[in-house]
């Protein structure tokens, strides 16, 4: 079988039904035998970046190994902030990039190039991916494909980068397709780690779990909420968790960190006992102050990933553990009944009774940004997923989202890139099957703008929420703090096109909404073609901050602006 063919055929038995790629030469033979072959779905986008990130909202929507190519130079190079996107937020993936033939390679020579594109992609890859192989022989090709896609799933899932040479995609394979992919097998939890878990929970009178993107990662949001509902233990979430428990959850406390619900970073800098679970504690969750943040308080810190365990937070009992058997043990634990936490959930329910996110920008002109997440979610019921881009926006949804049992939320944490939510909405919408809301601001939507033919062409049922402040908003609120209100290129040399008439030039259906009043309208206007393509683009005020935010230096639970809380309503 030739070797394009068996890399078809391979990728079917691996479980992946897409492929995302912008064509090139030293790719046209994957090309050609996937369109042969028949089963795989080839999503042809307008930039490779946008390929990379829509194979990433892909596998994190399906849990198969996203699917990216792109050429030798150029195309390979253009796949990398994607790349580094799925390595950072624990995504598995396998990108395969074609190179020049052998005999064109430089090989040792003290020389830039040889061949025409020729470019070592897998040295540029190998910082921000699981690994990155240059295939060399026929032999080889087989076994680092098939390392490829079992190392993306094992452990801490991750991308995978392999280098095939053009010539070595027209040769004879005679390893026989794999039926599946290889199983994986989780290491035994530590002995004892289950017992002083609920033994520290059970003895706390203001215990909280930390949920991190973790549990998605390692597949365990399903144990998960069957171990919060047994023990009735209040949740707080990372950016990366938002969608681990649903906005109705009665055990749900909302988002943490830099830019976290004002009552939930409360909640965390009181509990007196603290499970983190897949959750990396970086400086966005903790604050600078991690003095503050330990406490002298319990810290339980479960990951699977030894580096990020006890990293920074000094005194963190640490847990090296897969989180599905180790929140599977917690289950098996018998004899488990709700704990008593009554005072507790009251103390947090007042908490955001008094700090309101809606609450948190009073002198707003115009729609408030996070009654618009609100309003969106409550008319989005029937989406699977929302995304969101990167800025204020971001923030905002985190916030103040209302997800479903079965919604999902994506966005790029760690590599926390401009441009991804567009092509991450793409792959979300494919992999799903189903409608999905995409939140962006006006400056990161145009980075990756040309991917609306994708959605146009293919028909998708995405339903794109602009937020247009006129401005990079994150930026321009942090010229307004540390440059004393100088906007250059922020606001001052920016500018953002009509984004109406942008769709209408895709031939996607689009509306807009410049006041408060016509808002619900205008989401229902969204919403009147469930399975079609539309853009809403919603006005909000330049001036509009991302708040709250821990003041820096400070301890979580000191955020700005320094405002007095809510009025207590009488009941």
Not at 44 to 64: K, L, N, P
Not at 189 to 218: K, M, N, T
């Amino acid at each position: 079988m030739q070797s394009s063919d068996w890399i078809a055929e391979t990728l079917v038995a691996q479980g992946v039904d897409t492929v995302y790629e912008v064509v090139g030469g030293m790719i046209a033979n994957f090309i050609d035998a996937l369109h042969r072959d028949g089963r795989v779905r080839i999503v042809s986008c307008h930039h490779e970046q946008a390929a990379g990130f829509s194979a990433e909202g892909h596998a994190r929507m399906t849990g198969v190994p996203g699917i990216a190519m792109g050429t030798s130079g150029p195309g390979a190079i253009n796949l990398l902030t994607a790349l580094g996107s799925c390595h950072f937020d624990s995504v598995p993936a396998v990108f395969i990039t074609g190179q020049v033939n052998r005999a064109e390679q430089k090989g040792e020579r003290a020389i830039r190039q040889l061949g025409f594109q020729e470019t070592d992609i897998a040295a540029m890859a190998e910082p921000i991916a699981k690994a990155a192989w240059r295939v060399r022989t026929a032999e080889e090709l087989p076994v680092r494909l098939l390392a490829a896609f079992e190392l993306a799933r094992a452990g801490r899932p991750g991308p995978v980068l392999v280098d095939i040479p053009m010539d070595l995609q027209r040769v004879e394979i005679v390893e026989p397709v794999p039926e599946g992919p290889a199983p994986l097998v989780a290491a035994p939890v530590e002995a004892g780690a289950v017992d002083a878990v609920l033994e520290g929970l059970r003895g706390a009178s203001r215990p909280l779990i930390l949920a991190g993107g973790g549990l998605r990662a390692g597949n365990a949001v399903a144990p998960f909420r069957r171990l919060v509902d047994r023990l009735g233990v209040p949740v707080v979430n990372s950016l990366m968790a938002v969608d681990a428990l649903p906005h109705e959850d009665p055990s749900r406390v909302g988002l943490i960190g830099t830019y976290g619900n004002r009552w939930a970073n409360i909640a965390l800098a009181r509990a007196d006992f603290l499970l983190v679970l897949g959750s990396r504690l970086d400086i966005r969750q903790t604050g600078a102050d991690v003095e503050a943040f330990a406490n002298g308080r319990p810290i339980h810190h479960v990951d699977c990933d030894p580096g990020e365990l006890n990293n920074r937070i000094a005194g963190c009992q640490t847990v090296l553990s897969q989180l599905t058997p180790f929140i599977e043990a917690a289950l098996a634990v018998g004899g488990q009944s709700p704990l008593d936490l009554a005072e507790w959930r009251a103390e947090i329910a007042e908490l955001r009774q008094r700090w309101p996110d809606t609450g948190e920008l009073p002198d707003v002109q115009g729609i408030n940004p996070n009654d618009l997440m609100h309003r969106v979610a409550r008319s989005s019921t029937t989406a699977a997923a929302f995304v969101a881009d990167v800025g204020q926006h971001q923030m905002w949804a985190a916030q103040s989202l209302e997800l479903g049992p079965n919604q999902r939320f994506l966005t790029s944490g760690g590599m926390g890139a401009m441009g991804s939510g567009l092509p991450l909405a793409v792959g979300a919408c494919i992999g799903s099957g189903g409608p999905v809301v995409l939140i962006a601001g006006d400056g990161g939507f145009q980075l990756n703008l040309q991917e609306l033919q994708t959605v146009a062409r293919n028909e998708l049922p995405l339903k794109m929420v602009i937020l247009n402040n006129r401005s990079h908003g994150m930026v321009r609120q942090f010229q307004e703090s540390y440059f004393e209100g100088r906007y250059q290129s922020t606001c001052w040399g920016y500018s953002a096109p009509d984004f109406v008439a942008v769709a209408a030039a895709f031939g996607i259906g689009a509306g807009r909404a410049d006041d408060e009043d016509e808002l619900d309208e205008a989401i229902s206007s969204m919403w009147r073609d469930p399975e079609a393509p539309y853009l809403l683009e919603v006005a909000i005020d330049t001036a509009a901050n991302a708040y709250p935010k821990i003041a820096f230096g400070h301890p979580i639970s000191e955020m700005e602006p320094f405002v007095a809380p809510k009025a207590m309503e009488s009941t």
